[in-house]
């Protein structure tokens, strides 16, 4: 069972920084992929950024490219989300996402292929 831990999140103003991290704990099992998702009241989670954990390779929602930026560091069994010029838009609560089965690899944007969550944290941008 594996257990993800997030930390990082908090109020930063439009323009400015933060980086979100997640801590992976427990037996380990398979992985195919490590995501973000956010998901601002009333609205449905939404994609933005997979780790291909086999490749490396990532890829970003439009909404984030050339701002957000997906890292790991083996070592510490943690993925980080490197968050720069937040707008006012980002403001959600942001999800770290652990994929063990394949659909990690063939449908990495879809939250149901996503076996473990971390609780999320807030991101509030303001104006």
């Known amino acids: 069972q594996v257990q993800l831990v997030e930390s990082g999140g908090g109020l930063v103003q439009a323009g400015g920084s933060l980086r979100l991290s997640c801590a992976a704990s427990g037996r380990p099992f398979r992985t195919y992929a490590m995501g973000w998702f956010r998901q601002a009241p009333g609205k449905e989670r939404e994609f933005v950024v997979v780790l291909n954990w086999r490749s490396g390779n990532t890829y970003y929602a439009d909404s984030v490219k050339e701002r957000f930026t997906i890292s790991r560091d083996n070592a510490k069994n943690t993925v980080y989300l490197q968050m720069n010029s937040l707008k006012p838009e980002d403001t959600a609560v942001y999800y770290c996402?652990?994929?063990?089965?394949?659909?990690?690899?063939?449908?990495?944007?879809?939250?149901?292929?996503?076996?473990?969550w971390g609780q999320g944290t807030q991101v509030t941008v303001s104006s």
């Open positions: 996402a652990h994929a063990t089965s394949t659909g990690g690899e063939y449908y990495p944007t879809t939250p149901r292929v996503y076996d473990y």
